[in-house]
């Protein structure tokens, strides 16, 4: 169910502008990782890469042994890795159960998918009364949950989440957050970004900060909580 | 020197030497040649709007033949039913054609450019199909009875006029809004800029000069006939900007005279023309979308093999 | 009042054929964004494959309706091998480049097509009988055999294809792909191939209405699917682009419209009532009857 994802010397281009110089990333087994930075810091196209919407000029990026560098996206999501974007992108005209049967799209054990079905919706159960319900008639809050349930629907090893937090309520952040603790114990592994530093450092073992696409620092979450730079920068004050 | 004299000064230099030849020269010259000659002046009227609408503004007009068929019988009709003298009909063609135009391009260019490729193809068929019933214009038999005045100088005459014109046009701020358009509309538009009316003025500017074109033609042989029109005229007319050059007044011209001479050279296959014209265009879309020229002008291009070194003007679109 | 019951059915004859075809644009404009102008051309060779089909298989000189199903079949079958044929070799070396890009390459193999058509057909073939035909008065209102299989096969073919759409894994991936191929791609929905999947099914049903049109007015032409493509692409715009029921509506009120006019104002003006309608929807609702957003994406 787990995986390790290790990222190196991954440098990305957006026509003349260099969007990422050189990053490494090591995103261990079982564990969340948190990515923190500032709007424009990377963290999007990082991801973005990762899951192979963007060619990276040079470097790679290895699921266990397997190089994922040079392959489209459909398959990136079939060696194991998958994606909540930025946005939540849910698709609006499809109800909430066609979007949770998309996210499985690679799948082919149909009781599988039926099971991991119930399974997000036990997660949230606000989905499961929503089921027939066009996603683009959700809340904010409801399609994150959409987002990262559709995520979890292909079984990834490596769970890719970009933003939970964005646009939502507190009290519905901290759900989330909850929920993304609990999927992670079950054995799904973590790549987090975020802005809400605070909140995803005290779910995260392991913190990165990404500064106008650069690795600035890379320790244990508990330490960059205690760190008074971060903690100036990012946590406020 | 000051830019203004330059210009008039060009334009005299150049009506001087187009009405030179046609007072020395056309006289002795072979009448098949003067007259393949006129036509791809024709042509080019023609083609230089659609150079300034497809390939500065990134608008694909797919009728342009129809606003040829406006001003044709517009022309025709002020002679024959007012008396307007040839020259006055031109000038009533190309304003004719640019109205058609407006009402054409005003409902169409606010939405995102593939519906002014089905509009403008539909208008070109509406516009046949209505001179075919209409016994005022002489239905599909077409008009007879027009006075003969194409002559290689009021031909040449125009085509001076209009180049100067849309290049004059180009280099001004308003031809950086025209690319601005193409390049990025939406960008543009979030700098104020109304790019609605910009694509709306070049789309009457390139139907007044098919207009023209069209009035050329209808003073030309003393009749005109609906299917001089027809779509696959447009569809012509495209290919020799795409041909020429996206984003180039003088690549266009040079594939529209070649394109227009051709035919005559190679009679013998003129049945594969349109499949010809077909391939072509599909190719250079896959191959080299930007044309022979780019969005380069040809002084751009003699300049540079003249110095033998590149970046005479910076390719970056 | 027996003069508009006449028109109305045969509106609604002639609007089920524009509803075919306009399916085909509407949803490979959902997937691409592009108009795609060779698809009338499909529809014209699908007539043409038919041809050669009902002529090689004897359907031609004994018509019965398994053999008309065969020859339906089989046309389109070659539309689907010719749309998707098209998609790979003209349309995806596009996929980055503009849309102008495109759109003159669509226009180029529509006239590549209608052109080897001409060269290849002539330009006018007779097209056989498929099926024995037959006529009906009912309370003075005719009715022809031909208008009941034309209803016939496209009621069934919508059935279907609201089942792919609505139903099947391929047809929410179709809908996926045409909100956003990004965020499609992160489901492991290879886009490309629901693209070719999309061609496919669009000249399917190109191929079906080519068969019906040819069985009814028994000459098929090279250039057939040129107005008669424009005019379903018009529907297409009329219903809202991208949308499915759009296109069944905007065929059918095109389709009305057309027998209207043509019998109670004129004939001649006939085929400029498609674009009429298109510059008034254009004007007043650019997003078409069931269109939710103004077709302007960038």
Redesign the interface.
């Known amino acids: 169910m787990s995986a390790t994802l290790a990222v190196r010397g991954l440098s990305v281009f957006y026509g003349q502008m260099q969007a990422l110089h050189g990053v490494d990333i090591d995103v261990p087994k079982g564990q969340i990782t948190a990515l923190l930075g500032a709007n424009g810091a990377g963290k999007t196209t990082l991801l973005r890469t990762i899951s192979g919407l963007n060619t990276p000029r040079s470097g790679s990026v290895r699921i266990d042994e397997t190089e994922l560098v040079g392959k489209p996206a459909h398959e990136v999501v079939s060696a194991g890795i998958s994606q909540s974007p930025e946005g939540r992108q849910v698709f609006p005209n499809l109800t909430v159960r066609e979007n949770l049967q998309l996210g499985a799209w690679i799948r082919k054990d149909k009781d599988g998918v039926r099971a991991d079905m119930d399974r997000v919706v036990g997660l949230w159960p606000r989905l499961g009364e929503r089921l027939a319900q066009r996603a683009g008639t959700l809340s904010g809050g409801e399609q994150q949950m959409l987002a990262i349930g559709r995520a979890m629907m292909s079984r990834p090893r490596i769970l890719l989440l970009d933003e939970p937090s964005l646009g939502l309520a507190p009290v519905i952040v901290a759900g989330i957050f909850e929920t993304i603790q609990a999927v992670n114990q079950e054995g799904t592994t973590v790549l987090l970004v975020e802005q809400n530093a605070h909140l995803a450092l005290k779910i995260a073992h392991w913190g990165y900060v990404l500064e106008t696409g650069a690795i600035q620092k890379r320790a244990p979450a508990a330490e960059l909580l205690d760190d008074d730079a971060i903690r100036a920068a990012y946590l406020g004050g | 020197m000051r830019q203004g004299a330059l210009a008039y000064g060009i334009l005299a230099l150049l009506l001087a030497a187009v009405w030179g030849i046609e007072l020395f020269l056309v006289p002795w010259t072979d009448p098949y040649l003067t007259d393949i000659v006129i036509r791809v002046g024709i042509n080019l009227l023609a083609v230089m709007g659609l150079a300034l609408v497809l390939g500065f503004t990134g608008q694909f007009s797919l009728g342009h033949a129809g606003f040829m068929a406006v001003g044709a019988y517009a022309a025709a009709a002020s002679t024959l039913y007012a008396g307007v003298p040839p020259v006055g009909g031109i000038v009533v063609g190309g304003l004719v054609a640019a109205l058609a135009g407006f009402g054409v391009g005003l409902p169409t260019l606010r939405l995102s450019g593939d519906y002014l490729a089905v509009v403008t193809l539909g208008f070109n068929g509406i516009i046949i199909v209505l001179i075919q019933n209409s016994p005022a214009l002489g239905g599909a038999q077409g008009l007879t009875g027009l006075p003969v005045a194409t002559t290689f100088g009021l031909t040449f005459t125009c085509v001076v006029l209009g180049g100067l014109f849309i290049r004059n046009l180009l280099v001004s701020p308003l031809g950086r809004v025209f690319e601005a358009v193409r390049d990025n509309e939406i960008a543009t538009r979030s700098l104020g800029i109304d790019t609605t009316r910009a694509k709306v003025l070049a789309f009457v500017v390139g139907a007044f000069w098919a207009g023209v074109s069209g009035a050329l033609i209808a003073y030309y042989r003393s009749s005109i006939f609906p299917s001089q029109f027809q779509f696959d005229r447009s569809i012509e007319q495209v290919a020799m900007v795409v041909l020429g050059g996206t984003g180039s007044l003088s690549g266009p011209l040079i594939a529209a005279t070649i394109l227009s001479a051709l035919p005559e050279v190679l009679r013998p296959v003129a049945q594969y023309r349109m499949v010809i014209y077909s391939i072509v265009l599909i190719a250079m879309m896959i191959l080299r979308p930007t044309g022979l020229l780019g969005n380069h002008e040809l002084s751009d291009v003699l300049k540079r093999l003249w110095q033998k070194r590149p970046g005479a003007r910076s390719t970056a679109a | 009042m027996t003069l508009l019951l006449q028109q109305l059915l045969n509106g609604f004859s002639l609007g089920a054929i524009y509803a075919l075809i306009a399916l085909g644009y509407t949803m490979v404009y959902g997937t691409l964004?592009l108009?795609n102008f060779a698809h009338g051309e499909v529809y014209m060779m699908g007539a043409f494959a038919a041809l050669y089909l009902a002529k090689v298989s004897g359907v031609a000189d004994n018509p019965t309706i398994p053999g008309a199903i065969v020859v339906m079949l089989g046309a389109m079958a070659f539309c689907a091998v010719l749309g998707m044929t098209i998609e790979r070799v003209?349309y995806r070396?596009?996929r980055n480049?503009?849309?102008?890009?495109?759109?003159?390459?669509a226009?180029?193999?529509?006239?590549?097509l209608?052109?080897?058509g001409l060269?290849m057909f002539g330009a006018l073939q007779d097209f056989p009988s498929l099926l024995p035909e037959a006529r009906w008065t009912v309370s003075g209102v005719m009715v022809r055999s031909n208008d009941l299989v034309i209803f016939g096969v496209t009621a069934t073919l919508m059935v279907v294809l609201t089942w792919i759409v609505e139903r099947t894994?391929l047809g929410?991936?179709m809908?996926?792909v045409s909100?956003?191929r990004?965020?499609?791609?992160?489901?492991?929905?290879?886009?490309d191939r629901i693209v070719v999947a999309t061609f496919a099914i669009g000249s399917v049903l190109a191929g079906a209405a080519a068969v019906l049109v040819a069985m009814d007015k028994h000459t098929i032409r090279p250039d057939m699917g040129?107005?008669f493509g424009?005019k379903a692409?018009?529907a297409a715009?009329l219903g809202g682009i991208g949308s499915v029921p759009g296109a069944v509506a905007g065929g059918l009120l095109l389709g009305l419209a057309e027998t209207l006019v043509s019998g109670y104002v004129s004939s001649?003006?006939r085929?400029?009532i498609?674009?009429l309608l298109?510059?008034l929807i254009?004007?007043y609702k650019?997003s078409g009857l069931f269109g939710k957003h103004?077709?302007?994406?960038?």
Do not use: W, Y
């Open positions: 964004q108009i003209a070396p596009l480049s503009s849309r102008l890009n495109m759109l003159i390459t226009i180029g193999v529509s006239l590549l209608q052109n080897l060269l894994q929410r991936a809908r996926a909100h956003s990004d965020a499609a791609a992160l489901m492991g929905i290879p886009a040129m107005t424009l692409f018009v715009v001649t003006f085929d400029a498609a674009f298109l510059i254009l004007l650019p103004v077709p302007e994406k960038v």
